[in-house]
């Protein structure tokens, strides 16, 4: 089993940037074996996959957010961040982090089969 717990949501003006956190706990794995990804979900909306990046390193983010979200990882301190910049008030949602041990394509990982997930962590941002 693992254990994610986002940090690092909160409330932002239009423009502004936030950094989330997402910390992996448990036994079982250590996340040098896991892909990792950054999914949102806003109000009445479907589950989006935005960020995602393989235990090689592989990145890969979806369209919405490209060259203004950065997703990275540090093995080390078995944690998966996600900076943000230049939000808008259509980033707004909230964010989760999840984890999977499976060999998958990168293409696949913004997809939201994942075994583990975060409970999340609300983005607001207003304009």
């Known amino acids: 089993q693992v254990q994610l717990l986002e940090s690092g949501g909160g409330s932002v003006q239009s423009g502004g940037s936030l950094r989330l956190s997402c910390a992996a706990a448990?036994?079982?794995?250590?996340?040098?074996?896991?892909?990792l990804a950054w999914f949102r979900q806003a109000p009445g909306k479907e589950r989006q996959g935005i960020a995602a990046?393989?235990?090689?390193?592989?990145?890969i983010y979806a369209d919405a957010v490209k060259a203004r979200f950065t997703i990275s990882r540090d093995n080390a301190k078995n944690t998966l961040y996600l900076q943000m910049s230049s939000l808008t008030p259509e980033d707004t949602a909230m964010y989760y982090c999840?984890?999977?041990?499976?060999?998958?394509?990168?293409?696949?990982?913004?997809?939201?089969?994942?075994?583990?997930w975060g409970q999340g962590t609300q983005v607001t941002v207003s304009s």
């Open positions: 448990g036994s079982t794995y250590y996340t040098y074996v896991l892909d």
């Open positions: 990046i393989d235990r090689s390193g592989n990145i």
């Open positions: 999840a984890a999977d041990a499976r060999v998958r394509s990168l293409t696949d990982l913004l997809q939201p089969y994942y075994d583990f």
